[in-house]
């Protein structure tokens, strides 16, 4: 395979990169206590706890979500000269989505802003470098029954074109479907302005907002509950709740890295009604 190295351009690089801990700091710094909800959401990185990440040695890593100490989702800063490998996570995939510097992956492959890597469990690892140091989503899990991707695969997700999804304003990259064990990642933008209809997925999700800013909405016990996000922005939602709705607004073009551990379709759920 292969992969040349790109970069986006000096405005998206700047909202990868810099801008998303800046957004943080402003975040932590000038928000108001906001809505709350029996499971993770209207949260941002710069909450997360701090953990030792005995697979990433030397690093500093902050658990987004964790289901047990082996699985999980972190936010990981990579110092400048920085190595390690994969290989230290044996028995689990691993998924890497960069927000800012370069990742090297293997020994001539290299990721850049917006670089995407899944690494499937069962092989024998490779080498990961980061020279300049660099900022990196990492997400750990077991193998899933039925998977079918067994490969690495390993993006420039500005390459992809953006893919409507029915909605004005609204689009995807699909970064990883399997249709085995019917995972899938994939990044989702709105834009300003953008009306979004109530919608439920049958299965749990997992959100962080990369770029932008907006105000996005829950339906918690019927009721919708409209909280900001800046980047780093997160949400672990549950299967089954509705979510989005006229009642959100898009400040800034937003874009969210997502994630489903299984695809099952969307529900149609009706109004939550007003917050």
Not at 44 to 66: H, K, N, Q
Not at 69 to 98: C, M
Not at 174 to 199: A, N, V, Y
Request: glycine content about 10%; some cysteine; hydrophobic content about 40%.
């Amino acid at each position: 395979m292969v992969f040349c190295r790109c970069h986006l351009s000096h405005s998206l690089a700047a909202r990868f990169s810099g801008g998303f801990f800046l957004s943080l700091v402003l975040l932590a710094a000038c928000a108001a206590p906001g809505p709350s909800a029996p499971y993770p959401a209207f949260i941002t990185a710069s909450d997360a706890p701090e953990v030792f990440l005995a697979e990433l040695p030397g690093v500093r890593a902050f658990r987004l979500a964790s289901t047990d100490r082996q699985t999980g989702h972190y936010l990981v800063e990579l110092p400048v000269a920085w190595n390690g490998s994969s290989a230290a996570s044996p028995g689990k995939s691993v998924e890497i989505f960069v927000l800012a510097g370069d990742l090297s992956v293997g020994s001539d492959l290299v990721l850049g802003p917006a670089g995407y890597a899944y690494l499937p469990p069962g092989g024998l690892g490779v080498e990961l470098r980061a020279y300049d140091g660099a900022r990196i989503l990492y997400r750990l899990d077991e193998p899933r029954p039925g998977a079918m991707i067994q490969t690495p695969i390993l993006l420039d997700s500005t390459l992809l074109d953006w893919q409507p999804t029915g909605t004005d304003g609204e689009s995807i990259k699909e970064l990883r479907f399997d249709p085995g064990s019917q995972q899938r990642t994939w990044l989702r933008r709105l834009e300003p302005g953008t009306t979004l209809p109530w919608r439920q997925s049958l299965s749990s999700t997992e959100a962080i907002l990369v770029s932008g800013a907006l105000d996005y909405a829950e339906c918690i016990d019927g009721s919708a509950q409209v909280g900001p996000y800046l980047p780093g922005g997160y949400i672990r939602r549950p299967a089954d709740v509705p979510h989005g709705g006229p009642v959100s607004a898009v400040r800034q073009e937003s874009i969210w890295l997502q994630h489903e551990s299984v695809s099952l379709g969307a529900g149609q759920p009706a109004d939550c009604g007003s917050p």
